[in-house]
């Protein structure tokens, strides 16, 4: 197969997300997959094997649920990726698709919560800012304002009967710690998790029991994410504190006895059993790798998603057996990696490597840094990094301060000079791979999407001599520009980053601003931009490009008709395609 064919295998091949079943109804179970070109929802009854797909929608579905009867399938639709949309739903044996509730206004999506009772908490925010309803669904009622805030919050869960409901506020004015508060369907609190500053609780889930009103959280008490197991009706709270390093995420097994426990360290992922009632804390035999996710079954049987950056995703059973295969030809295996730690200027940088399989050292090298800011490159099998390394870049990966999975200090450390302070881990990281004759200096291109485009175009501009290309998808090129047209949520993440919004703090938004140091700029650039993205806004960007144009700047533009990315395989293809090329021809490779 040559390489072309092959790295456009890996994106074709079908993929799926883990199958998450209804609590009641475990037979009954939703997912994603891409095998009809797009991702899509599909569903599965397993108690005679049978499937289908769900949503068909021109530019794919990110967004499903099936509530705990097994009943309804619930997705959200938006237009064309705007992520401005209403829930809509449809019997599990299929039949018409309808709005979840006629009077439930369209909105940007903050989370959603169904109950065995036939009801649901529903999220949402606008320019108004955010609030939680209550809808009795197939109901006449209209949908109940149970929760209002101009600062942001989430529906983290409610209680399988529908007597509780977990909202994740910042009504403190810190998004990125927010605290935990249960209220009643009719909004009367029952009780409130907050640490104060620096700290902050998210909620998991309500026990998986109809009279359990336990619910699990994580916690931020010592310098990490750690379960936490809480009755908001009684005050009583039990912390699992477990003698691990790196971080730990939480779900319950199916009779709320005991915990499924997710164990992130030095980016691979680990399963282990903790039982509530004597403590017991018990491996679970996984490949080595990533876990994207996992969830117990009724019989004690865990199911997740696994890869490796080497192997492609498969869903498993910690009975030892493969749970479920979508049809078609499987993805091409890619290289491992490995792992480097280097001294940065805020402690030792975690980076992960990709070489070639053939040709030799000094490698035209590509640095691909990740979105969020709070997000982590990790071992798990990614169709971009084997195309890179199929053309013969090395790939280096660096999970900078602002990252998670390397504790809270580490992820908060975004403080005043915010892009410039992962920048410097990343210069750190350039220069190791550059010092050990494994990037050659004269063939070095940056790239990054969404916060990793951001950095990319800051970079640029502040370490013009570093850096002989650049590709840039959907990025922030001018902060306080994106504040304007961006989500709320995203204003109120912005808000929690700066310390304030651009009219209170706006010299923070310009030095932190790409577009402030666009005339240092000498790499030639591609930009790739969404058409309808609410998190990068295009505007932003055509101002910066404008700006570029005026000075005669070499750059390339590629646009699509989508968001925030792209849930359409072939058009991820092309994508990919017009970087490689734009790669190429700027490293002497064409």
């Given at each position: 197969m040559k390489a072309e064919e092959r790295w456009q295998a890996r994106f074709r091949a079908a993929r799926m997300t883990l199958p998450i079943w209804a609590r009641l109804a475990p037979a009954r179970a939703v997912y994603r997959c891409n095998i009809s070109g797009t991702w899509e929802i599909h569903a599965w009854d397993r108690s005679n094997g049978s499937t289908r797909q769900v949503t068909k929608r021109p530019r794919g579905t990110s967004h499903t649920a099936i509530d705990p009867t097994g009943q309804w399938i619930w997705w959200f639709a938006d237009t064309y990726g705007d992520e401005f949309g209403v829930w809509m739903r449809q019997a599990f044996t299929g039949?018409?698709?309808?709005?979840?509730?006629?009077?439930?206004?369209?909105?940007?999506?903050?989370?959603?919560?169904?109950?065995?009772?036939?009801?649901?908490?529903?999220?949402?925010?606008?320019?108004?800012?955010?609030?939680?309803?209550?809808?009795?669904?197939?109901?006449?009622?209209?949908?109940?304002?149970?929760?209002?805030?101009?600062?942001?919050?989430?529906?983290?869960?409610?209680?399988?009967?529908?007597?509780?409901?977990?909202?994740?506020?910042?009504?403190?004015?810190?998004?990125?710690?927010?605290?935990?508060?249960?209220?009643?369907?009719?909004?009367?609190?029952?009780?409130?998790?907050?640490?104060?500053?620096?700290?902050?609780?998210?909620?998991?889930?309500?026990?998986?029991?109809?009279?359990d009103r336990r619910i699990l959280a994580l916690h931020e008490r010592r310098g990490r994410r750690e379960p936490l197991v809480w009755d908001p009706t009684t005050g009583e709270e039990r912390e699992i504190w477990l003698r691990v390093p790196g971080e730990i995420t939480a779900d319950w097994y199916h009779d709320g006895r005991a915990v499924l426990i997710g164990h992130n360290n030095r980016a691979r992922t680990e399963l282990f059993r903790y039982d509530l009632g004597g403590g017991g804390l018990t491996l679970i035999q996984t490949p080595h790798g990533v876990i994207h996710d996992a969830m117990p079954r009724p019989d004690g049987a865990v199911e997740y998603s696994w890869s490796s950056a080497a192997h492609p995703p498969v869903v498993r059973s910690s009975e030892g057996h493969v749970v479920m295969n979508q049809s078609g030809p499987s993805a091409p295996p890619s290289v491992p990696l490995e792992d480097v730690h280097v001294e940065g200027p805020g402690g030792r940088v975690h980076a992960?490597?990709?070489?070639?399989?053939?040709?030799?050292?000094?490698?035209?090298?590509?640095?691909?840094?990740?979105?969020?800011?709070?997000?982590?490159?990790?071992?798990?099998?990614?169709?971009?990094?084997?195309?890179?390394?199929?053309?013969?870049?090395?790939?280096?990966?660096?999970?900078?301060?602002?990252?998670?999975?390397?504790?809270?200090?580490?992820?908060?450390?975004?403080?005043?000079?915010?892009?410039?302070?992962?920048?410097?881990?990343?210069?750190?990281?350039?220069?190791?791979?550059?010092?050990?004759?494994?990037?050659?200096?004269?063939?070095?291109?940056?790239?990054?999407?969404?916060?990793?485009?951001?950095?990319?175009?800051?970079?640029?501009?502040?370490?013009?001599?570093?850096?002989?290309?650049?590709?840039?998808?959907?990025?922030i090129a001018d902060h306080a520009a994106t504040y304007r047209d961006e989500t709320e949520g995203l204003r109120a993440y912005h808000r929690a980053l700066f310390g304030g919004s651009p009219q209170e703090v706006p010299e923070l938004y310009a030095a932190s601003s790409p577009i402030t140091y666009m005339d240092a700029l000498q790499a030639p650039l591609l930009v790739l931009a969404g058409e309808n993205d609410p998190r990068s806004p295009i505007a932003q960007i055509e101002k910066y490009l404008e700006k570029l144009s005026e000075r005669r700047h070499e750059f390339e533009v590629y646009r699509y008709k989508a968001g925030h990315g792209t849930l359409v395989v072939e058009e991820r293809i092309r994508q990919m395609a017009a970087q490689l090329d734009f790669a190429r021809r700027h490293v002497g490779l064409a």
């Open positions: 039949g018409p698709e309808m709005p979840a509730h006629p009077d439930l206004a369209p909105g940007h999506p903050t989370g959603l919560a169904l109950s065995a009772a036939g009801t649901a908490a529903v999220g949402r925010s606008s320019r108004h800012g955010f609030q939680v309803l209550h809808a009795r669904v197939g109901s006449a009622d209209k949908p109940t304002v149970i929760y209002e805030s101009r600062e942001f919050a989430q529906v983290a869960g409610m209680s399988l009967d529908g007597s509780l409901i977990a909202v994740s506020h910042s009504e403190h004015g810190d998004s990125r710690h927010p605290a935990l508060r249960v209220i009643r369907p009719d909004g009367r609190v029952v009780g409130d998790l907050h640490d104060g500053p620096g700290k902050g609780f998210s909620g998991v889930r309500f026990a998986p029991t109809m009279l992960l490597v990709s070489r070639p399989e053939h040709g030799s050292a000094p490698f035209p090298t590509i640095f691909l840094l990740h979105g969020g800011p709070a997000a982590q490159d990790d071992d798990s099998f990614m169709p971009n990094v084997a195309a890179w390394v199929d053309a013969g870049f090395a790939v280096v990966r660096v999970n900078y301060r602002g990252s998670t999975g390397y504790g809270s200090a580490w992820r908060d450390a975004l403080r005043g000079e915010v892009g410039h302070i992962e920048l410097s881990d990343v210069s750190a990281v350039r220069d190791w791979a550059v010092g050990q004759g494994m990037a050659d200096p004269e063939r070095l291109v940056l790239g990054g999407a969404s916060w990793g485009g951001y950095l990319t175009l800051l970079a640029l501009g502040t370490q013009p001599k570093s850096w002989s290309a650049g590709i840039a998808a959907v990025p």
